[in-house]
């Protein structure tokens, strides 16, 4: 993918976290399209956020996938893909393109890396709310998801 289109003043803050979302969770290059000097602090805020660089530097170097089964053409998209820690910690992507909020059901075994696990139980962190959202058992359920809004949930096991 291209450059970052963050701080241009063409989306809102939902479509900037979701532009930058998806291009870590890709692995596309994170090269800034916009003049940083003329660019608000919620744009700034989040081209800086240190979770989100995270999983675009992941030492796994492994892109997240669509997942077709989790989704439903022209409103939610879910993608997923491993970490470096293998089988123990995942990325979640799940995006509301519709034109209103939502709420968005993620089961476990709708992630392939998930599937055949032992185990049911992950901890679960929402990267952009910076929140914890503790130890879930079978899937998640996200509830409001703004349109446009991407939620970015690292999974691992408990």
Same mark, same amino acid.
Not at 67 to 78: K, N
Not at 132 to 140: K, M, N, P, R, S
């Given at each position: 993918m291209d450059m970052l289109e963050i701080g241009t003043g063409a989306m809102t803050e939902f479509e900037e976290q979701t532009h930058f979302s998806f291009w870590a969770a890709l692995k596309s290059p994170l090269i800034i399209g916009a003049d940083i000097t003329k660019m608000n602090q919620s744009s700034l805020d989040i081209l800086l956020n240190d979770e989100i660089i995270a999983i675009s530097?992941? /030492?796994? $170097?492994?892109?997240? +996938?669509?997942?077709?089964?989790?989704?439903?053409?022209?409103?939610?998209?879910?993608?997923?893909g491993p970490l470096s820690a293998g089988s123990f910690e995942h990325v979640i992507l799940a995006l509301n393109y519709g034109a209103s909020a939502t709420n968005i059901t993620i089961p476990w075994s709708g992630i392939p890396?998930?599937?055949n696990s032992t185990r049911a139980s992950y901890k679960v962190r929402d990267v952009w709310a910076a929140t /914890?959202? $503790?130890?879930?058992? +079978?899937?998640?359920t996200l509830s409001d998801v703004s349109s446009h809004q991407t939620k970015v949930l690292v999974v691992s096991r408990a």
């Open positions: 530097q992941d /030492d796994a $170097g492994i892109a997240a +996938t669509y997942l077709p089964s989790l989704s439903t053409e022209g409103s939610i998209q879910v993608w997923a890396q998930l599937q /914890d959202l $503790g130890t879930i058992t +079978t899937g998640i």
